[in-house]
């Protein structure tokens, strides 16, 4: 099972950018699909979990969403801030007790 | 507050062993299982074990099974990963990250993270 991101994308502040996650060697919508956002050096948090909840103190900006049809997840943050910049990962689990992250896509703002 | 300080990182030369801590506090730690993640320089996230919060079971990928072994403590509030036979692209940074939700008979998202440790394998 593996997660495909895009390497980078780039958008303007104030505007909405919609980062891919597609799964290949199996179901998207087997199990839930999170989102963590990185700011090197720091650890990474969570903006998304379990699809599309977000952890308390995210703010709704960031959205995620399945598309069965595709088999991705999408993750998008509207109103783009400077701050936003950061690696994101999306990560899912396989059928065999493992946990999968896609290889992180690096956002500029 | 929430707290998870890993501890035990360095140089280490090829084939030999190193043991990673993970010190919790600000939560109940046998409430919670336990991972351990980490990231090569430059690279992305790399998923590596995990430990149920009663440590009845644990999970490993392929690229560590056999060689790497995480443990518990829950009467000082450690976690562990003992890593063996390490080869020089086991170098990273090492998060212990706890699970989201408590009490969970299989993996959760990632709610809290450590600050890492490094790792480097080196001659």
């Known amino acids: 099972f593996i997660l495909t991101q895009p390497h980078s994308v780039s958008e303007s502040p104030g505007q909405t950018v919609t980062i891919s996650c597609t799964a290949s060697?199996?179901?998207?919508?087997?199990?839930?699909v999170q989102w963590y956002q990185q700011r090197p050096p720091s650890a990474p948090t969570t903006v998304i979990y379990?699809?599309?909840?977000?952890p308390s103190g995210v703010p709704d900006r960031f959205s995620a969403s399945i598309d069965y049809s595709s088999n991705s997840a999408s993750l998008t943050i509207s109103g783009l801030k400077t701050e936003d910049e950061a690696d994101y990962y999306c990560q899912s689990y396989t059928g065999v007790n493992q946990a999968v992250f896609g290889g992180g896509t690096k956002l500029t703002v | 507050q929430v707290h998870l300080v890993e501890s035990g990182g360095g140089v280490v030369q090829p084939g030999k062993s190193l043991r990673l801590s993970c010190a919790a506090s600000?939560?109940?730690?046998?409430?919670?299982?336990l991972h351990w993640i980490r990231q090569a320089p430059g690279k992305g996230l790399e998923w590596l074990a995990y430990?149920?919060?009663?440590?009845?079971?644990?999970y490993y990928s392929d690229s560590v099974k056999g060689r790497f072994t995480i443990s518990r403590d829950d009467s000082t509030n450690t976690a562990s990963l003992e890593m063996n036979s390490l080869r020089l692209d086991d170098t990273a940074v090492y998060y212990c990250?706890?699970?989201?939700?408590?009490?969970?008979?299989?993996?959760?998202?990632?709610?809290?993270w450590g600050q890492g440790t490094l790792v480097t394998v080196s001659s």
């Open positions: 990250v706890r699970d989201g939700r408590p009490l969970l008979r299989s993996f959760d998202w990632l709610g809290v």
């Open positions: 430990i149920l919060y009663d440590g009845s079971d644990h």
């Open positions: 379990e699809d599309n909840q977000r």
């Open positions: 060697g199996g179901n998207i919508g087997g199990n839930y």
């Open positions: 600000g939560f109940t730690f046998n409430y919670y299982g």
